[in-house]
Nanobody
Framework: QVHLVESGGGLVQAGGSLRLSCAAS????????MGWFRQAPGKDREIVAA????????WHADSVKGRFFISRDNAMNMVTLQMNSVNPEDAAVYYC????????????????WGQGTQVTVSS
């Protein structure tokens, strides 16, 4: 069981940057693949980025590739999403999730979810 708490959301100007964090508690965090998802009003939840249990492998959706970067610190039980060059289409609730798979960039496939953090983009 992993408990996830996101932070760092808020209002950002278009073109700006934001850093989302996800603090994990529970056993064996380092054995879970981790991911960030987002859901905008009226849209399905979509996966944004994923990282393997060691942090050696990452995957980013085409829509954020080159702008968003996922990373993890297993010693701190933390996963982050660095968001750069944010645009209005990035506005959504962002969720951190943990997968029992060592590296997972699809859904279903995730087993534990945080409560989400809102990202609002002003143009």
């Amino acid at each position: 069981q992993v408990h996830l708490v996101e932070s760092g959301g808020g209002l950002v100007q278009a073109g700006g940057s934001l850093r989302l964090s996800c603090a994990a508690s529970g056993r064996a965090f380092s054995t879970y693949g981790m991911g960030w998802f987002r859901q905008a009003p009226g849209k399905d939840r979509e996966i944004v980025a994923a990282i393997s249990w060691t942090g050696d492998s990452t995957w980013h959706a085409d829509s954020v590739k080159g702008r968003f970067f996922i990373s993890r610190d297993n010693a701190m039980n933390m996963v982050t999403l660095q968001m750069n060059s944010v645009n209005p289409e990035d506005a959504a609730v962002y969720y951190c999730a943990a997968s029992r798979e060592l590296f997972c960039h699809h859904n279903p496939g995730y087993d534990f979810w945080g409560q989400g953090t809102q990202v609002t983009v002003s143009s």
